[in-house]
């Protein structure tokens, strides 16, 4: 049976060549903070000011950064792939969307979302957040936080997630650790339902024996290639 449906997982790797720091490198993003210091609801309740100045960098940052050949190369692949395709990130940044993918997924949430633990509206947030945002839906002050999922937290869309993992022929692993779970265990579960199974990263990752092949290098390089072969297959 020729590969018709695809599920695609992007971590911080396929943005890395756009200027955005991945987690776990040696200038990694925690660099300066401890993940419990600015990801986890313990830290946001007990300083704010801190997660938000930690969010708001990172927001600002996305303002000076452009999506790199790999988030094109996945972008045209959304757009010219007729079977089923769901591209799934890690990733909260915008690059995915920018490049043009639609069929896309952000289990982890969005720096460009905002959430309201008032009203429990989520909305676009662009600029600055700091402590004291007003919420656009019921303009309570201070209550407003990034729409990330911290430590600890749910990831979005699992179960949309996983059922599109369970259906695939092909799951293909792109910039990513395999240091944290759910996604980590994705390709286990694709395996176990017979699909074909891909990594493409600068280096093997923690769960490179579970995939049927390897590719190491730069995505920007090894994404493009990828792509272009399945197309034009
Ligand atoms: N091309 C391809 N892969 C790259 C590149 C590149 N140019 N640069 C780095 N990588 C690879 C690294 O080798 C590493 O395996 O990308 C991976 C990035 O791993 P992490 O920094 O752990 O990021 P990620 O896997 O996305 O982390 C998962 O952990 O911190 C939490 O919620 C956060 O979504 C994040 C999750």
Redesign the pocket.
């Known amino acids: 049976m020729g590969i018709c449906n695809i599920v695609i997982l992007t971590?911080?790797?396929?943005s890395?060549?756009s200027g955005l720091a991945?987690?776990?490198?040696p200038d990694?993003l925690w660099e300066g903070h401890r993940?419990e210091d600015v990801?986890t609801p313990e830290a946001y309740l007990r300083d704010p000011a801190l997660v938000h100045q930690f969010y708001d960098a990172r927001r600002r940052k996305l303002g000076t950064v452009q999506p790199n050949p790999?988030h094109e190369a996945l972008a045209r692949l959304d757009i010219e792939w007729p079977g089923e395709l769901l591209l799934v990130t890690?990733?909260?940044d915008d690059l995915h969307e920018r490049a043009g993918s639609k069929r896309l997924v952000h289990m982890?949430g969005e720096l460009v979302k905002g959430w309201c633990l008032a009203c429990d509206e989520r909305f676009e947030w662009a600029g600055v957040m700091g402590q004291a945002a007003r919420c656009p839906a019921c303009a309570t002050e201070g209550q407003v936080r990034p729409d990330i999922?911290w430590f600890g937290e749910m990831p979005y869309e699992m179960e949309r997630i996983e059922e599109a993992v369970r259906q695939c022929d092909l799951f293909v692993s792109?910039?990513?650790?395999?240091?944290?779970y759910p996604?980590a265990g994705f390709v286990q579960t694709a395996r176990d339902c017979g699909a074909t199974t891909l990594e493409?990263?600068?280096?093997p990752?923690l769960g490179s024996y579970l995939f049927d092949e390897s590719r190491t290098?730069?995505?920007?390089v090894l994404v493009p290639q990828w792509v272009e072969e399945l197309l034009t297959a």
Request: aromatic share 2%; glycine share 20%; proline share 3%.
């Open positions: 971590g911080a790797g396929v890395a060549e991945t987690f776990r490198g990694g993940v990801c790999a890690q990733n909260v982890h999922v792109i910039g990513t650790s395999g240091a944290v996604a493409v990263n600068l280096e990752s290098g730069p995505a920007s």
